[in-house]
């Protein structure tokens, strides 16, 4: 099992950019899967979370990130509108085998961490 994130990259503020975690080893469609970020110092928090038909975003991204899965590549995206600096963090991506919807942000539901992408907003 193994879930590949990848994407990141340097941008300016109000670009975009669409991170990738392709999975490996299982069906992304019997999972959920989350998207969280790590800022140097800070704590690792949940971005976005995807299952069933089901989206879910941290208010601090919403109407800017979309989430989205292609069940035939079994990979699941984070497209990243109007950046902000705020946003620059490694993004990481994780399978949970289930949770409750309203803790969808909480790690411990999580499994099979990826390596993490490097997003960097500067001007």
């Known amino acids: 099992v193994q879930l590949q994130a990848s994407g990141g990259g340097l941008v300016q503020p109000g670009g975009s950019l669409r991170l990738s975690c392709a999975a490996s080893?299982?069906?992304?469609?019997?999972?959920?899967i989350g998207w969280f970020r790590q800022a140097p110092g800070k704590e690792r928090e949940g971005v976005s979370f995807i299952n069933v038909g089901r989206k879910f975003y941290a208010d601090f991204v919403k109407g800017r990130f979309t989430i989205s899965r292609d069940d035939a590549k079994n990979t699941v995206y984070l497209q990243m509108n109007s950046l902000k600096l705020e946003d620059t963090a490694v993004y990481y991506c994780?399978?949970?085998?289930?949770?409750?919807?309203?803790?969808?942000?909480?790690?411990?539901?999580?499994?099979?961490w990826g390596q993490g992408t490097q997003v960097t907003v500067s001007s």
């Open positions: 080893g299982f069906a992304i469609d019997d999972y959920g």
């Open positions: 994780a399978r949970a085998p289930r949770l409750p919807f309203s803790l969808w942000q909480a790690l411990p539901y999580y499994e099979h």
